[in-house]
């Protein structure tokens, strides 16, 4: 068994996990249905790659992007670069993108949060989040594409569910990738806080 040599911690290119398990995921095991057949491993175009967030990605519309699913407020590199070694060192965060290599942009990303639970033998958790595609990208299936992969990174890494929370409208979207309302357990509720500024 070689060294995963792709897990590279120098500087910018530094990845949030190791790049290597994206690579063996098994598309074959997922509800979803791709035409023409795609992969994280083979998106479908030599251009796009997808690949855990690199500490780059501040330069890469990382953030522009997630300013179309709900406000990001004005982070600093700073800001990023601390949330980015947080997250890294804390474990559990999968934030997972697709880069358009033509132009150096991020034009998709989905998260899996990992939480360790108790429960079912001491099981984890997977939880699908900020889930957004830049919608000039339209029919490439890519909002498919970065959710099959995070699910099955969940899967990869022992969860026994995964949950999400979504609009009304996106309902019919998940259902088609093998997510369930399961009758009489799937309310969502919030409690908003005042936000720090
Ligand atoms: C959606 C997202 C959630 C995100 C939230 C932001 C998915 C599956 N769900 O519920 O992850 O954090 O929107 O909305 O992507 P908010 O700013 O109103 O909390």
């Known amino acids: 068994m070689g060294m ?19 690579q063996k995921l098994n598309f074959d095991k997922s509800p979803a249905i791709f035409k023409p057949k795609i992969s994280a491993a083979n998106p479908g175009e030599s251009w796009m790659v997808v690949r ?17 699913l709900t ?55 997977g939880r699908l989040e900020d889930v957004v595609v830049n919608d000039t990208y339209r029919g490439k299936q890519l909002g498919k594409l970065i ?14 569910k995964m949950s999400l929370d979504c609009k009304d409208k996106l309902i019919k979207f998940y259902e088609t990738l093998g997510y369930k309302m399961e009758p009489g357990n799937s309310n969502a509720m919030n409690m908003r806080f005042e936000e720090p500024s």
């Open 4 to 22: 995963d040599t792709s897990y590279i911690e120098d500087g910018n290119s530094e990845y949030l996990y190791s790049p290597g398990i994206l």
């Open 147 to 160: 959710v099959v992969t995070v699910s099955l990174l969940a899967q990869e890494l022992g969860c026994y």
């Open 71 to 125: 406000s990001t407020g004005n982070i600093s590199r700073k800001q990023f670069d601390e949330r980015f070694t947080q997250m890294k060192n804390s474990g559990g965060y999968y934030v997972t993108v697709i880069e358009d290599k033509r132009n150096s942009k991020i034009i998709g990303a989905a998260t899996l949060t990992v939480e360790q639970k108790f429960i079912h033998n001491c099981s984890l958790r």
């Open 52 to 68: 855990p967030l690199q500490r780059s990605d501040f330069d890469k519309g990382f953030l522009q992007l997630l300013g179309q």
